[in-house]
């Protein structure tokens, strides 16, 4: 069964709303988290990972303040994508590292912002 | 250059074909290797992970070349069922993953 689940599992908003996006881990506790965004036909692309209990730490090109991350707990971070416009629209997921070789991926949210 | 570069693909084959992937990285400090297979609009799944002696699981093959910086995966008798994207992900330490572009294999009948 799945390890990691995020909430919600796609999403449909219109442009200048901010949406929340969540991951938890099911089985395990989590101190830290990744986020990614998936373009379509494009790779996976790390955008922030996020520690609990301390600021997130975001990748080259990530606006902090467009993309709030917060790790409130060892099994919840959140990804709220503040103001969302059209070129937000995209595949968001987070996984989840259980071990050193071992990491679990959310099934995904889709966004898409008209 | 990219850190991870994958075979560009598509790779379109008959069932029971073999085929192979290449991926290489530039990271000379990395530790961890994984191939991932995506369904489409799917999030990743772990194939299998990489390591230095080579390994095998039932018709995967994944083989790591560390000098070289260059992993390749090699699928046996292919079927319908392997139609995805792989991706070549490599990690420096747990959890933060670098992944190539993918490369999409067809498998037709």
């Known amino acids: 069964g799945a390890v990691v689940s995020q909430h919600p599992s796609w999403v449909i908003c219109k442009s200048g709303t901010s949406v929340k996006i969540e991951c938890r881990s099911l089985d395990f506790q989590a101190t830290t988290m990744f986020w990614y965004r998936q373009f379509p036909k494009q790779s996976l692309m790390l955008m922030a990972t996020?520690?609990?209990?301390?600021?997130?730490?975001?990748e080259q090109g990530v606006e902090k303040d467009k993309f709030l991350i917060n790790h409130a707990s060892l099994t919840l971070s959140t990804l709220t994508v503040t103001s969302a416009h059209p070129e937000d629209s995209s595949f968001y997921i987070c996984s989840a590292p259980r071990a050193r070789n071992e990491q679990f991926f959310g099934p995904g949210t889709r966004l898409t912002v008209l | 250059r990219k850190e991870v570069e994958q075979d560009p693909g598509p790779f379109n084959v008959p069932e029971g074909a073999t085929v192979a992937f290449n991926c290489t990285y530039s990271n000379s400090a990395s530790q961890s290797f994984f191939w991932y297979r995506q369904d489409c609009r799917k999030e990743p799944k772990l194939l299998m992970s990489?390591?230095?002696s080579g390994n095998e699981d039932g018709r995967f093959t994944a083989q790591l070349n560390r000098a070289s910086q260059y992993i390749s995966l090699l699928i046996r008798d292919s079927k319908l069922s392997d139609s995805a994207t792989y991706l070549c992900v490599v990690s420096p330490n747990a959890g933060k993953s670098t992944f190539g572009d993918g490369t999409t294999l067809t498998v037709k009948p």
């Open positions: 996020s520690n609990e209990g301390s600021k997130a730490t975001y």
């Open positions: 990489v390591y230095s």
